[in-house]
């Protein structure tokens, strides 16, 4: 199996006027094609940072970060906007659509970036597999949180990522919306056999992911497969 | 592991249609706001339309009707009666053509019909001049009929004013004319130099029956010329100018006449395009605030393509494309307008046009006002554009990362730079001179400058020395001044700028009118006879007296011309220009007093001033007016040899004279000692003061009854003739600066709407936690009353030195302040930005929170 991500004793400080505050510290593990991977943690714990860190989305302070054999500690903004765009699919908790586009405009958008042709169908064919075929012209303030969710899922998956980054992604949504989303992501994700890692609170999520890694006050406390973490739970019980 | 790297070949191209497409996409739901932004550079390209279509049209009116502003093909004229020399040329011309001859004086004419006198410009012709375009009269033959006998044409204000009528009498000197009809128009006559002196045409042939021909009589002399095609104007008038300088004479043709209107007009256009382009500035300041709140609540979406893929210059360019559309849009908008504007200009500059402009659209004009738009735009928007690039990705993560730090941004400064060319370039080409253009861009930079800093020290005094125990409104009202996301910088440089716009307008046009109402203050003269003959100065005196009238001057006054200066005589300075002598000196006829004393409004400024001249000296010693030797390039014990009535007379400078110009009395630029001049032909110049109206028409009617050749003028009318003037010229000025008052008025609304957003949410977070509708208002208010008054104040200061500066370096006239209209004007300025203030609020005052919450969400 071949690497997707691997993590380097990652460190990540702030400076906050005279002071120096580490958020995360000597973080290191890999995932390789298809895994499945929850990090999960109290508030605070680092979570968010880590996944920003591991998607390219900010820039470690100390230690490498390598996405699909690409070293991204040294690229500028902009090449790793362009990492981003041909490997990574984001989800996000509050969907993060843009306003300004149709359901169908926003799942086209990555493959637009790309340059790629025959977009639409490619994108309809998305929306089609989320169920929301028939409200593509919608705009996201027409479109309940589920639906927004959906459609961020068609387009976290348009441009045929490698890795997937979820950041709480049934978080603002109902109980029953919720299973619904989190069904269709890991049937999405089986289908294209792409690395998912989700970054969530929900235990019973996560627990449907092949590892799971707890980190607390900026370090890893655990990494282990899902049973194992019940177990641990059970057994604090 | 496949070893997958980044290649520059693998580098995402910009796709350009694809960005231009999601620019649109984009606007989708702030068109808005965008229009609103819009909105604030409307005006001012309009302005900047209006007045160069009008320019455009001027000059084709100008080009097309070129042959009847001066209605023929050369015109010869001089300000003195010619001498033989002089007329051999001036005869030697109408050999090759055809001639009508002229004389133009200022003489009193007196209204049988209502017992009135009046000051006029009698114009005595003689030949069918015009012999382009034509004399437009009313009754239409009276431009034909008044050179058949003893018959007038009188300008038809005059005839207004005076209740004449077409067959009544009219008494010129000493002689009666029957009034032929009322003059409209006469080629080389705009409606302005008919209001300053309004004419009265009269056959030629009866001038010297008038007796206005008298010693002294200031009359000119025109020769108006038409030419066979074979003989070029412009090649004869070059060939005849050393000559015609030589005898004190100067010439026109339709080309010099074409050049020198041309500019004249030029420059007013440039000044009121200068008008235009400060609205328009007032309106970049405007989209650069609209762009930069707009950018603001644009960060998640552009995060979010941060974090597809989207790269730095991508995201810049779907926001450039869009502030570009918009301004194309503003540009079109204002060509549009400004074209709607031009149609009403010719009317607007009627009284100071030569020739009747016909308003056509100029597509010039237009494509200049659209690209005007995108450029102004797009310059001003590029500081909040720049920001774009540095947008982190992570906002999608963590709304509160702090995403830009565009602060430190290097290209800021090349912005800066850009703009500030931009300015001057734009200058240059309104004003056509570079040290015009680098002082009217320093000047906008200074203002936006102190206003800047104002603004950023306001913030600093506040957060500083912040008065925590004050009550909550005061502390929440001034907390808002310098809290993230307030509007202090920009809200005082928009409104500051335009208050210091306006301000120094008004003052500007306040000092002009205070530089003519001076002159009519208490104890100064305000009726004036002139021409008074040797032999009738003591009957006018007596009759002065008689009608218990003061004597406040009585002046005598001598023609003389400069003959030489240090031994240098016209020809010499004609020959060598770097002495720096005006050659023009030596061909002007001058008037000069003599006395011993000093009089009011004079004073020292350098030497001694004896006032008598003994017969001892060679050289006489004179006093000349301080500016004047400064001219002629003399000092003290330099020599000045005058020709009076063609005697030389040999002089020493030997003292120097300030003096105030704007008092009504007779002022001269040089002044005899007593016991030189007593001899030589004169003629004296009478000031007195009346009581009234009454009493000066009773004592006018009767110096004119007496003496018909002596003139008599009034304050009032001086007053009334200036004061007509000067209203022309600033309603067109006001004209133009309102649209920089509605441009201010807009990004005044503009930039309280767009920092709407950012109070809202504080408002409604206020009311939740229970404050009343009255503290929310009193805390908008105060915010806005701060601000308002700040920066009306600042803008206020600014227009007392601007306008101090105009008035001292370009208008040359004491700067006179006048303060309680700026106290209007700080208060309505300031009233204006807390009512637009709290108009742009009320949707938080009167609504429940949630429901604002929703909607602004």
């Keep these: ?237 | 592991m496949p070893d997958i790297k980044i290649k520059p070949e693998d580098k995402p191209k910009l796709r350009l249609r694809w960005l231009l497409k999601m620019a649109w996409r984009d606007t989708r739901r702030n068109r808005g706001k965008l229009l609103l932004f819009l909105s604030s550079i409307v005006l001012g390209i309009a302005a900047l339309v209006a007045i160069n279509s009008f320019r455009e049209s001027l000059h084709d009116a100008i080009d097309s009707k070129a042959r009847t502003l001066i209605g023929a093909d050369m015109v010869i004229g001089m300000n003195k009666e010619p001498d033989s020399l002089a007329l051999a040329l001036v005869d030697s011309v109408k050999n090759l053509g055809v001639r009508s001859d002229e004389n133009r004086l200022l003489s009193m004419v007196y209204f049988k019909r209502t017992d009135d006198t009046r000051l006029v410009q009698v114009r005595a012709l003689e030949g069918s001049f015009p012999y382009f375009g034509s004399i437009e009269t009313e009754p239409k033959e009276a431009s034909r009929t008044f050179r058949q006998g003893r018959r007038a044409l009188v300008d038809h204000n005059l005839m207004l004013q005076y209740n004449a009528q077409p067959g009544d009498s009219i008494r010129v000197g000493e002689m009666s004319f029957e009034i032929a009809g009322a003059l409209h128009k006469i080629p080389g006559q705009s409606a302005l130099t008919a209001t300053v002196a309004p004419a009265v045409y009269i056959p030629r042939q009866y001038l010297p029956e008038t007796g206005l021909m008298q010693r002294g009589s200031r009359v000119s002399y025109y020769y108006y010329y038409s030419l066979p095609p074979t003989v070029n104007p412009d090649t004869l008038g070059k060939r005849l100018d050393p000559r015609l300088e030589e005898y004190g004479m100067f010439y026109d043709t339709v080309e010099t006449r074409k050049k020198s209107m041309g500019r004249a007009y030029d420059d007013l256009a440039r000044f009121l395009g200068l008008v235009g382009f400060v609205a328009l500035l007032l309106g970049c300041v405007g989209v650069a605030s609209a762009v930069h709140v707009y950018i603001r609540e644009k960060l998640a979406t552009i995060g979010i393509l941060r974090c597809l893929g989207m790269s730095g210059k991508q995201a810049f360019l779907i926001y450039l494309f869009q502030v570009l559309g918009m301004g194309l849009l503003g540009g079109l908008a204002g060509a549009v307008l400004g074209s709607i504007v031009q149609l009403v200009l010719p009317e607007l500059f009627k009284s100071f046009l030569p020739v009747d402009v016909e308003a056509s659209f100029s597509w010039l004009a237009a494509l200049q006002g659209i690209l005007l738009g995108g450029v102004v735009s797009v310059l001003f928007a590029l500081l909040p554009l720049l920001s774009i690039r540095q947008v982190s990705p992570l906002i999608t993560l963590r709304a509160s990362v702090e995403h830009l730090t565009s602060q430190k941004d290097p290209l800021r400064w090349g912005v800066y730079a850009l703009l500030f060319l931009f300015i001057l370039l734009f200058s240059r080409w309104q004003l056509g001179t570079w040290w015009q253009a680098l002082a009217f861009a320093g000047g906008v930079v200074a203002a936006f400058a102190i206003l800047a800093v104002l603004a950023v020290g306001l913030t600093w005094v506040v957060r500083r020395f912040f008065p925590s125990h004050w009550g909550y409104v005061w502390r929440q009202g001034l907390a808002n001044l310098y809290r993230p996301n307030n509007q202090t910088l920009l809200l005082t440089v928009s409104i500051g700028l335009g208050t210091a716009l306006i301000g120094t307008l008004y003052l500007v046009q306040r000092t002009l009118l205070s530089d003519v109402a001076i002159a009519g203050s208490a104890n100064q003269p305000n009726l004036v006879l002139f021409d008074i003959q040797n032999s009738q100065k003591e009957e006018v005196l007596q009759i002065t007296k008689q009608d218990s009238l003061p004597v406040l001057q009585i002046a005598p006054i001598v023609s003389v011309r400069l003959d030489k200066v240090n031994q240098l005589t016209g020809a010499d300075v004609r020959k060598d220009t770097t002495l720096g002598i005006p050659p023009w000196l030596f061909t002007r006829e001058y008037r000069i007093t003599y006395r011993s004393k000093l009089i009011n409004g004079e004073e020292t400024a350098a030497g001694e001033w004896k006032g008598k001249y003994d017969g001892i000296q060679a050289l006489i010693p004179i006093s000349l007016e301080d500016r004047y030797a400064e001219r002629i390039k003399v000092k003290l014990g330099d020599t000045l040899v005058f020709n009076v009535q063609g005697a030389p007379v040999s002089t020493r400078v030997a003292h120097l004279r300030t003096v105030e110009w704007n008092r009504v009395q007779s002022n001269f630029l040089v002044v005899f000692p007593e016991g030189v001049l007593e001899e030589a032909p004169q003629f004296h110049v009478l000031m007195t003061r009346s009581k009234d109206d009454a009493q000066a028409a009773r004592f006018q009617r009767r110096i004119v009854d007496r003496f018909p050749n002596i003139s008599a003028i009034g304050l009032d009318l001086i007053l009334q003739t200036l004061d007509e003037v000067v209203s022309q010229i600033s309603f067109v000025i006001q004209f133009m600066a309102l649209f920089s008052i509605a441009t201010g008025l807009l990004v005044l609304i503009g930039s309280v709407n767009v920092s709407k957003f950012q109070r809202v949410q504080e408002s409604v977070l206020l009311r939740t936690l229970g404050a009343s509708r009255r503290q929310i208002f009193s805390i908008t208010s105060l915010e806005y009353l701060l601000l308002g008054a700040l920066a009306a104040a600042t803008g206020l200061i600014i227009s007392i030195g601007a306008a101090w500066a105009l008035s001292v370096y370009s208008f040359k006239v004491d700067f006179a302040p006048v303060l309680w209209p700026l106290a209007v004007i700080f208060v309505l300025v300031t009233l204006l930005t807390v009512i637009v203030g709290l108009l742009n609020s009320r949707g938080i005052l009167v609504r429940p929170p949630l429901e604002v919450l929703r909607r602004e969400a």
Excluded at chain 1, 86 to 107: R, S
Excluded at chain 1, 159 to 175: K, Q, Y
Aim: overall charge negative; some cysteine; charged content about 25%.
């Design chain 1, 1 to 237: 199996m071949s690497t997707i991500l691997e993590i380097k004793n990652l460190a990540k400080t702030y400076k906050s006027g005279d002071r120096h505050l580490t958020v995360l510290e000597g973080i290191n593990f890999t995932l390789n094609a298809g895994d499945t991977c929850s990090i999960v943690g109290p508030s605070g714990s680092g979570k968010t940072t880590l996944l920003g860190l591991c998607a390219g989305l900010d820039r470690a302070s100390t230690g490498s970060v390598i996405l699909n054999g690409i070293k991204l500690d040294n690229l500028s903004e902009d090449e790793r906007a362009q990492v981003r765009n041909q490997y990574v699919g984001f989800v996000f908790q509050n969907f993060q659509l843009i306003p300004t586009l149709t359901a169908l405009e926003n799942v086209m958008v990555p493959l637009e970036l790309r340059g790629e042709r025959n977009v639409q169908k490619q994108a309809m064919e998305l929306l089609g597999r989320v169920g929301l075929a028939e409200r593509h012209d919608h705009y996201p303030t027409q479109l309940s949180g589920g639906e927004q969710q959906r459609v961020s899922l068609a387009r976290a998956f348009s441009n045929r990522p490698t890795i997937l980054f979820a950041d709480e992604p049934t978080g603002n949504l109902d109980e029953e919306t919720g299973e619904h989303v989190e069904q269709l992501l890991f049937d999405l994700n089986r289908e294209a056999g792409t690395t998912l890692v989700l970054v969530t609170h929900d235990l019973e999520l996560a627990e449907k992911t092949q590892r799971i890694i707890r980190i607390k006050g900026g370090h890893v406390v655990s990494d282990t497969g899902a049973p194992e973490i019940i177990a641990t739970r059970d057994a604090e019980q």
